[in-house]
């Protein structure tokens, strides 16, 4: 028995104080507990940063007492690991002690100094120590190799927090799961277990002893697409890292901020909790429960039903099905579900077959589905061909293209099924060929008679829009006389104008004002034909002015909340950004709460429209690419440096980079950010899903935008240029990495050209593409500082200067070893608070 036996004046003064341990128990605390020292209930190891305590505790109606880990800082304590869960020590044993016995493992003794836990390493060590790290590991390591031979993160209780995986490797049988208390004063193993499946991907999984009680859904890169309110990839901070060479896969969990405390706890009454600390109210919040309503409990409406919790009776057969035992059904029984009402063609027997002259089976589509359990998944299946491949197997029941996946197929029963109100996929259900005809009647039915209110609505339309539009004209042109605009006829002779007899000066700002009469005809009304795609800040139309000049017309969403004046001033300065690699801006049309913004016409249109076209993009060899990845960087440096406003583009992604004849690069979109300040929580909202694969994670995160934030979506398109895909959606080598992990993998596995388009094979420099993706990997690092500027990016594509090394992206991809993991999160610290924008913007 005895204190820690350290030779520094500390102690002594600890000694003293031994009986003050409840009012001062950390006087001189430390991380590290070395073999010549023990840790005495009432002492306790605090991390350097004093973020985590370990020590003994004894949970609240209980008599035991335990080793344990909790936040140093968080007054209503949660206890996150448990040491000797399955053995406790009487609370009344105040001569307990944790030591590292002279094998180096860590051991914990009762009074009577009978170990009643301790570690299994078989490492052998005179210079062990344990020391608990910030981010809550408690590790057992050499002093002087640094090996390290026991960690508690291995050994996960109920809380999943920052800086942990769970998961498995089938490699070593290791399964790092989670598992409940059994009561909120009993820390020994529950029924209740949250892990990952084995199924092709993953899914995130809660059992009840052998049962499964509720279910995830598998990964699709970003997020579990059966939970569909969380959110995606980093900002949910949940991260599948495969690794097929070791058959494992692993869930990391690492959240960015760490101003608030996220943790996820499977609690002893069976749901899964996320839980951020609340520091207003000094109380734990809890963001996010499973299963939240009956429809989250597993296969609730039994085989072939769906449950839909904002209806009554909740649940309800699938379309051309009915119940198994229609009394069982009705009295609200539903574990027998539902059978099929008329057989599929192909069930049938051949005989009849002919007799009927029967038509195939066809499928019917459900959208915003939670997608059933026990899928097979068809890798290399494209979307056309998901269909074919479910329909020419007679045992396949429905299908789903899920992107990032790919083709998933069921066979049997469809289990837990489920109704979302938000997000969900779709379904698509094999039926015969007559329970489909039904609806396709009525479809048909419903189609008439909208046709009919439809035309009746546009006739009416068009009277009123007409009358409305003359009214309009006569204002306006009571208005333009009034502020004095420029008369037609004294434009004529106007030297800068581009619009021949279409355009109106405006004395003071030279921003050339479009009669809205001569844009409605330019792009014949706005006709749907002329419609060239929907941009963040609305869509866009082609159109052809009078005198031949092709133009593409923006007209924004009305809900910009500026007024004309205000909007005006903001496009007369965006009109004065001019650079060989951005948009032209011509003009621009108010007319009313008509916002019309008109560019020069690209006819090659959008990077995208080649980049992901496996026909298409043969045209853009690699001469051709790196003058783009220039192009690009060039404009984005004008526009963050050189230009006279020193703008933040916000929406950088390869539909906004229009490329000209000779296919060199021009941004478009770029400023307009600005005339949306006003509504910008409603631009975030909308755009935040749109292009979320280029959003950088402070942005994600915290709406917190820079230039670097358009240094990361340069990194991420510099990434798709060179390998031809969408960062989002991807499938790597049967792996569920999006675009940024595998780069990042094929980088440290000295593999970088694995990464490249293969259709650049005989037109690529490797040295460039090598740089490239060097570049690329530099601008999409998670912390704002470790990114370069615009100016040295373009420096180092131009030159061969020296490119530092990158940091591994593990907010936007995923690891792969536990070490590199670890180092990383030692050099960031985390906890996020989830935008709430974000999640509700999903
Ligand atoms: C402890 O016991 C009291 C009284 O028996 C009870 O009200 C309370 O809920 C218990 N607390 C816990 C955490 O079980
Ligand atoms: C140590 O190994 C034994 C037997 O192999 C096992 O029962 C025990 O749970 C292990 N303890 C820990 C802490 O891993
Ligand atoms: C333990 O320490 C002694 C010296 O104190 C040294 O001779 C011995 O090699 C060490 N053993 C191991 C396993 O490191
Ligand atoms: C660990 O090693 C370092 C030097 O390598 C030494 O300064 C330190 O005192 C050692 N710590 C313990 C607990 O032995
Ligand atoms: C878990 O399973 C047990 C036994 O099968 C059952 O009694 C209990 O209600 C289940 N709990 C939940 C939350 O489903
Ligand atoms: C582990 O092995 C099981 C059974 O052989 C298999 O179903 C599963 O896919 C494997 N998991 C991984 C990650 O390789
Ligand atoms: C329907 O019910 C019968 C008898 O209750 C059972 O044998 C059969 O498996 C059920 N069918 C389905 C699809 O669950
Ligand atoms: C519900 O129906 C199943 C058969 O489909 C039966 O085995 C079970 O006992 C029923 N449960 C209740 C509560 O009636
Ligand atoms: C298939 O057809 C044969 C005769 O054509 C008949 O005897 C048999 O019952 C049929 N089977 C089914 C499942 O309908
Ligand atoms: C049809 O689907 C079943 C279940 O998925 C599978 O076992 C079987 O091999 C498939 N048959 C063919 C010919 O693909
Ligand atoms: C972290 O969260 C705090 C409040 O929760 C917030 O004020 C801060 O801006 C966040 N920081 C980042 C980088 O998102």
């Known amino acids: 028995m005895g204190i820690i036996n350290k030779s520094n004046a500390c102690d002594f003064l600890s000694f003293s104080l031994l009986l003050y341990f409840l009012i001062f128990p950390s006087v001189c605390a430390t991380d590290t507990l070395t073999q010549s020292q023990q840790i005495l209930v009432g002492q306790n190891l605090i991390s350097a940063g004093q973020i985590f305590e370990l020590g003994f505790f004894t949970p609240s109606n209980s008599s035991k007492q335990y080793i344990g880990i909790w936040y140093k800082n968080i007054p209503d304590r949660k206890v996150v690991w448990v040491a000797n869960r399955e053995n406790p020590l009487q609370a009344t044993d105040s001569a307990s002690s944790l030591t590292i016995g002279s094998d180096g493992n860590l051991r914990l003794l009762d009074g009577k100094r009978n170990t009643v836990w301790s570690t299994n390493s078989s490492v052998q060590s005179n210079s062990t120590i344990a020391v608990l790290s910030d981010l809550g590991d408690f590790v057992l390591k050499d002093n002087v190799s640094g090996f390290i031979s026991w960690e508690s993160?291995?050994?996960?209780?109920?809380?999943?927090?920052?800086?942990?995986?769970?998961?498995?490797?089938?490699?070593?049988?290791?399964?790092?799961?989670?598992?409940?208390?059994?009561?909120?004063?009993?820390?020994?193993?529950?029924?209740?277990?949250?892990?990952?499946?084995?199924?092709?991907?993953?899914?995130?999984?809660?059992?009840?002893?052998?049962?499964?009680?509720?279910?995830?859904?598998?990964?699709?890169?970003?997020?579990?697409?059966?939970?569909?309110?969380?959110?995606?990839?980093?900002?949910?901070?949940?991260?599948?890292?495969?690794?097929n060479q070791q058959q494992s896969v692993y869930l990391s969990f690492n959240v960015y901020n760490t101003s608030a405390v996220t943790i996820i706890v499977m609690t002893p009454a069976g749901t899964v909790n996320t839980m951020v600390w609340a520091e207003e109210t000094k109380s734990w919040h809890v963001n996010w429960v499973a299963p939240a309503n009956p429809c989250d409990v597993y296969g609730y409406c039994g085989p072939n039903g769906v449950c839909n919790k904002n209806q009554s009776p909740i649940c309800e057969c699938l379309k051309g099905f009915v119940p198994n035992s229609t009394e069982d059904w009705n009295k609200g029984n539903w574990t027998g579900g539902c059978v099929r009402r008329l057989e599929l063609l192909c069930q049938k027997n051949s005989s009849s077959l002919a007799a009927a002259g029967a038509k195939n089976d066809g499928f019917w589509r459900m959208s915003g589905m939670k997608l059933p359990d026990q899928y097979d998944y068809l890798f290399n299946e494209v979307s056309s061909s998901c269909e074919q491949r479910c329909l020419s197997n007679c045992s396949c029941m429905a299908y789903a293209f899920v992107t990032g996946i790919g083709c998933m197929v069921w066979s049997g029963g469809l289990i837990d099924v489920q109704q979302f109100s938000i997000n969900g996929n779709d379904l698509f259900l094999r039926l015969a060929n007559s329970e489909l005809g039904e609806d396709r009647k009525k479809k048909r039915e419903i189609i008439i008679i909208s046709v009919t209110t439809i035309s009746v609505v546009l006739l009416l339309g068009a009277v009123i829009f007409g009358s409305c539009r003359w009214r309009a004209n006569q204002r306006v042109k009571r208005r333009n006389r009034i502020k004095g605009f420029d008369l037609p006829d004294r434009m004529d002779n106007s030297q800068d104008n581009l619009w021949g007899s279409h355009m109106i000066h405006s004395e003071s700002s030279e921003l050339p004002l479009l009669d809205f009469d001569k844009v409605l005809v330019a792009t014949n009304n706005f006709s749907s034909t002329n419609k060239l795609g929907e941009g963040g800040?609305?869509?866009?139309?082609?159109?052809?002015?009078?005198?031949?000049?092709?133009?593409?017309?923006?007209?924004?969403?009305?809900?910009?909340?500026?007024?004309?004046?205000?909007?005006?001033?903001?496009?007369?300065?965006?009109?004065?950004?001019?650079?060989?690699?951005?948009?032209?801006?011509?003009?621009?049309?108010?007319?009313?709460?008509?916002?019309?913004?008109?560019?020069?016409?690209?006819?090659?249109?959008?990077?995208?429209t080649f980049l992901f076209d496996a026909k298409n993009r043969v045209e853009l060899d690699w001469a051709k690419r790196f003058n783009i990845i220039q192009g690009i960087a060039r404009g984005l440096l004008y526009l963050h440096r050189d230009s006279c406003l020193r703008v933040i583009h916000r929406d950088l992604k390869a539909s906004n980079i229009l490329l000209d004849d000779d296919m060199n690069p021009k941004i478009s979109d770029f400023g307009l950010a600005r005339t949306f300040r006003v509504t910008q929580e409603l631009a975030n909202t909308h755009r935040v899903m749109g292009t979320f694969g280029y959003m950088s994670p402070e942005y994600a995160m915290g709406g917190l935008f820079s230039e670097k934030s358009d240094v990361f979506s340069f990194g991420v398109l510099l990434l798709e240029i060179v390998s031809g895909t969408r960062n989002t959606s991807l499938h790597y080598q049967d792996q569920y990495l999006n675009l940024l992990g595998y780069a990042w993998q094929m980088w440290n596995k000295r593999r970088a050209l694995d990464l490249m388009d293969e259709s650049l094979d005989d037109s690529l420099s490797q040295t460039e593409a090598i740089r490239c993706i060097h570049i690329g990997l530099l601008c999409v690092q998670d912390h704002v500082a470790n990114r370069p500027t615009m100016s040295a990016v373009v420096l180092m594509l131009s030159s061969e200067i020296e490119v530092p090394q990158p940091k591994q992206p593990i907010f936007t991809t995923q690891s792969l070893s536990d070490a590199d993991l670890r180092s990383q999160c030692n050099s960031i610290r985390f906890m996020s608070t989830v935008s709430k924008s974000i999640i509700e913007g999903q």
């Open 537 to 608: 800040f609305g869509p866009v139309y082609w159109g052809k002015l009078e005198d031949g000049q092709e133009v593409a017309v923006k007209r924004l969403s009305s809900h910009s909340g500026q007024g004309s004046e205000e909007f005006k001033n903001e496009i007369i300065l965006i009109s004065k950004l001019q650079h060989r690699n951005l948009v032209r801006l011509l003009g621009c049309c108010i007319e009313g709460e008509e916002k019309l913004l008109v560019y020069e016409y690209l006819k090659n249109r959008s990077l995208d």
């Open 153 to 243: 993160f291995k050994y996960p209780c109920d809380t999943f927090f920052s800086g942990m995986m769970i998961g498995m490797n089938n490699n070593t049988g290791e399964k790092r799961f989670l598992s409940s208390w059994k009561t909120d004063g009993d820390p020994s193993p529950g029924n209740f277990v949250l892990g990952l499946t084995p199924d092709r991907p993953p899914q995130i999984v809660c059992w009840n002893g052998s049962k499964t009680l509720w279910r995830g859904g598998p990964w699709d890169g970003w997020k579990f697409i059966g939970i569909p309110d969380s959110g995606q990839g980093y900002v949910n901070g949940l991260n599948l890292v495969p690794d």
